[in-house]
């Protein structure tokens, strides 16, 4: 069963198609998926009261209906770390087409993962992960399962990538906790199959993760028409 908070975040999405990324953290958050520290703000005195609270460096974001592919409009800016960047980033922002806010969020160090899902029209929710960046463009390093996931599914695809040693600590790289990892995969399979009436697909894009724990630093959910 879907929570209240949720399925009203669905509702007011229907107009966009698809789920504006703070609403999209707030659902991952309700699901048991960690999110970074964030907040939104349209104005600079806010958004330096937010930043400060959250923490230096911080990560700002355009939000906006009309801008699915933020970075393609110069819409991220990573590692900003005072008042005046950040106060210059929002001027920006703010004459991007349907500028709704910026979304100000903690900075999160790890390995970057990819985990989506596809509501195929044959099989239902298809789950996805793969190596962040070049692993999944170049490589094609994914492992794909039917959802629902059952442990032993999570384990296998993690298993499956071949950049697995990666993650394990490879050439004194710290490795990553792979419980969490797991567990992340479960919780949105969960969280899959409990929208996959509603939803076209979600893409987790990138999942950091590192010694502590896995975070989702951005997500897409893309509703059906
Ligand atoms: P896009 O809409 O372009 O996919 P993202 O939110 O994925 O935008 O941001 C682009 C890149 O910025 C990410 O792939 C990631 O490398 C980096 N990034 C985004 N948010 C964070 C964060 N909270 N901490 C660290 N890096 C981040
Ligand atoms: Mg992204």
């Not at 953290?25 to 009261?49: D, H, N, R």
């Not at 993760?209 to 989702?216: E, L």
Request: aromatic letters at 6%; proline letters at 4%.
């Amino acid at each position: 069963m879907l929570k209240k908070e949720i399925r009203e975040i669905i509702e007011k999405s229907k107009k966009w198609g698809w789920v504006l990324e703070p609403d999209a953290q707030k659902i991952f958050s309700l699901s048991g998926l960690k999110t970074p520290k964030y907040a939104v703000a349209t104005e600079a005195g806010q958004a330096i009261s937010m930043a400060r609270s959250i923490g230096y460096p911080v990560v700002a974001k355009i939000v906006s209906p009309a801008i699915v592919h933020k970075s393609d409009v110069k819409g991220v800016v990573v590692g900003i770390k005072d008042d005046q960047v950040l106060t210059q980033t929002l001027e920006r922002f703010s004459k991007l087409e349907g500028f709704a806010g910026m979304l100000i969020a903690e900075m999160v160090q790890g390995a970057e993962l990819i985990i989506g899902a596809k509501n195929d029209f044959q099989f239902g929710p298809m789950i996805l992960i793969g190596m962040g960046g070049i692993g999944v463009e170049i490589y094609k390093d994914v492992s794909l399962r039917m959802a629902p996931l059952k442990a032993r599914d999570a384990d296998n695809m993690i298993n499956g990538l071949k950049a697995k040693r990666l993650l394990t600590g490879y050439r004194g790289a710290e490795p990553i906790n792979l419980d969490a990892l797991k567990k992340t995969l479960l919780n949105f399979s969960r969280l899959m199959m409990d929208l996959k009436d509603v939803t076209e697909s979600i893409d987790l894009n990138p999942v950091m993760c590192n010694a502590k724990s896995c975070i989702v630093v951005d997500a897409r959910i893309m509703l059906k028409k």
